[in-house]
Each structure stands twice: as structure tokens, then as C-alpha cells.
């Protein structure tokens, strides 16, 4: 049984709404209110949060916070949780505070991101939040950075990017 049981122990199942019709339905919404509707859960949240279990804590004009709760089925063959996890948890809140701030019509793309590893995230870290703030939003660019802090407020890492900004090709402002 201690096999067979840790085995089950350690099985993921994710199931995801069609990420096409949450995109489109989005298309006629500011930034802000796609976000908040989401939180709301009258829209669902993108696949990669559900694969990599990442929640959306709040939203407020250039201010997005996003958790997630570290564990193993996160690790890299070092024993902590991938870099590229806690990456992509940065590279969200940043890209959702730059569309926090986005007229319907609007969309962004990450042009560029770095990532400063400050400690290793492991199961014992708990839930990790990420927060990222807008820096700069203008016609073409945006830039936003992010920390990344664990329920004590322990700095694991912190980020920047600088995004794309465009017209949403058949979108309807």
C-alpha cells in the first residue's frame, strides 16, 4: 500500500474552460473589468493558472497580486519550486497590472522580463503572493515590476518587464 498510496498522493488532474471564448469575451472589456470579472468568476481564469494552481488574490488600477501555494509537484530536479514557476507567477501580476490599466480594444504582449532569484521557494515556503505594480504605461510600452514574498513577507525574488502595447486586431473599443 505505500507505494500504490504515494503514488495517488502525488497525482494531478487540471481541467480548464476554453481559453478562446474567455479571450473573446474579453475583447469589449477594459483591462480592469476582464480582471475583476474573472475574480468574480463570471469569467474563467487561463489554463496556466489552473495547470500551475496560481489564484488571483486582487485587482486594482496597476496594482494585480496573485498567489500560489509551493509544493512539489512545482520542483526541479534541485528540490525547490522551478524558476520558470515562479517566473511565470511574476510575469502574469506584472502583464495584469499594465492590463489593469487598458481601455477594451487594448492588449499587451511581454516584450522582455527579468527575474532576480533572492531564496529558493520549497514546499515549506507555504503560499507565495506575487504583486505587481505598473511603472510606466504609454501609447506602446509599459513597464511594471513585481516581488514575489511568502505569508511573512519574505522576499523570494523580484522582477521587471517592459510590455507591448496595441490595438486588439477585431476588437471593438
Not at 56 to 83: C, D, F, K, T
Not at 109 to 137: F, P, W
Not at 158 to 170: N, R
Amino acid at each position: 500500500m505505500g507505494a500504490e498510496h504515494d503514488a495517488a498522493a502525488r497525482r494531478r488532474a487540471v481541467t480548464w474552460s476554453d481559453p478562446k471564448a474567455s479571450a473573446k469575451a474579453g475583447r469589449g472589456l477594459a483591462g480592469i473589468d476582464y480582471l475583476r470579472a474573472m475574480m468574480a468568476g463570471d469569467l474563467p481564469p487561463p489554463p496556466v493558472m489552473e495547470l500551475l494552481g496560481i489564484e488571483l488574490v486582487s485587482v486594482e488600477e496597476g496594482v494585480v497580486r496573485m498567489a500560489l501555494a509551493a509544493g512539489e509537484h512545482l520542483y526541479n530536479p534541485l528540490g525547490s519550486v522551478h524558476g520558470g514557476v515562479a517566473a511565470t507567477l511574476l510575469d502574469s501580476v506584472m502583464g495584469c497590472a499594465v492590463h489593469s490599466l487598458l481601455p477594451a480594444g487594448r492588449g499587451y504582449t511581454t516584450l522582455e522580463i527579468k527575474v532576480n532569484y533572492v531564496r529558493a521557494v520549497t514546499d515549506a515556503s507555504g503560499r507565495v503572493v506575487g504583486e505587481g505594480r505598473i511603472a510606466h504605461l504609454g501609447r506602446q510600452t509599459a513597464v511594471a515590476d513585481a516581488r514575489l514574498v511568502d505569508e511573512a513577507g519574505r522576499l523570494y525574488a523580484t522582477a521587471s518587464t517592459t510590455c507591448l502595447v496595441f490595438d486588439i486586431p477585431g476588437a471593438k473599443p
